[in-house]
């Protein structure tokens, strides 16, 4: 699920769709090359990664049995550079809605749930690391 380098979305979508399953939703996360004004070049990401690969599976587990699904999860550690993808959340159900709907809990999920830091990198000036959100359990979330 933590993956150093960019993630290739492709890898993500091989898996075949179960046959009980005719909607497919997809988030991809990927390197913006501005934020509040500046310029950005890239981003490294830092995690905790005992604890964010716990956390992943957890989001993924409570995310099936909460929608009915199947979710997988991965996130990029490491360097990336501008449009290189960070985050993917690939979501298989029986229907759209459940889909949609699992697609965005597993992203807002993650993001109160996975101890993962952005150092975002700019083109002038020191880089730093962007303020998160306190971390929650993912039933919480």
């Keep these: 699920r933590l993956r150093e380098g960019a993630l290739n979305l492709a890898e993500w979508l091989a898996q075949p769709m179960p046959g009980h399953c005719g909607g497919l939703a997809v988030f991809a996360g990927t390197v913006r090359d501005i934020h509040e004004g500046r310029v950005v070049t890239g981003i490294k990401y830092h995690a905790h990664a005992a604890l964010a690969e716990r956390r992943l599976a957890e989001a993924e587990a409570e995310g099936a049995k909460r929608f009915g699904v199947q979710i997988d999860v991965g996130h990029a550690v490491g360097e990336l550079k501008v449009g290189e993808a960070s985050v993917v959340i690939v979501?298989?159900?029986?229907?759209?809605?459940?889909?949609?709907?699992?697609?965005?809990?597993?992203?807002?999920?993650?993001?109160?749930?996975?101890?993962?830091?952005k150092e975002e990198r700019y083109a002038e000036g020191p880089a730093r690391f962007l303020e998160g959100t306190p971390i929650k359990t993912v039933k919480e979330s």
């Design 91 to 117: 979501v298989r159900a029986g229907h759209r809605a459940e889909a949609f709907e699992a697609c965005r809990w597993a992203i807002d999920t993650l993001k109160q749930t996975v101890p993962i830091w």
